[in-house]
């Protein structure tokens, strides 16, 4: 049984930085790609960053990009999501799951997130 469990989040000041940690089980950790979601109620899910099995490839969205900095410890099993200079807009639950997405019984798993509040 996969399990995720995200922490790091909080209340922040604008330009401030917080940095979330995800602790994984069940899986090979480094037989996989790794990813930070978010999620504001109002919108969609997105995709924050990505990272390869060995560190050695970054994905980050435009809006993230120069700010945001992905990384894992595979002998710990623990992906990272470093954000500096945070703005309102990244505000949300941030969760982090397999790229693609973990899936189990048919319905993809996610973790229960860590909230990410950034005050103007």
């Known amino acids: 049984q996969v399990q995720v469990v995200e922490s790091g989040g909080g209340l922040v000041q604008a330009g401030g930085s917080l940095r979330l940690s995800c602790a994984t089980s069940?899986?090979?950790?480094?037989?996989?790609?790794m990813a930070w979601f978010r999620q504001d109620p109002r919108k969609e899910r997105e995709l924050v960053a990505s990272?390869?099995?060995?560190?050695?490839?970054?994905i980050y969205a435009d809006s993230v990009k120069g700010r945001f900095t992905i990384s894992r410890d595979n002998a710990k099993m623990t992906v990272y999501l470093q954000m500096n200079n945070l703005a309102p807009e990244d505000t949300a639950i941030y969760y982090c799951?397999?790229?693609?997405?973990?899936?189990?019984?048919?319905?993809?798993?996610w973790g229960q997130g860590t909230q990410v509040t950034v005050s103007s």
């Open positions: 799951n397999t790229y693609p997405p973990w899936a189990q019984g048919g319905r993809a798993y």
């Open positions: 069940g899986l090979t950790f480094e037989n996989w790609r």
């Open positions: 990272i390869a099995w060995d560190g050695g490839h970054t």
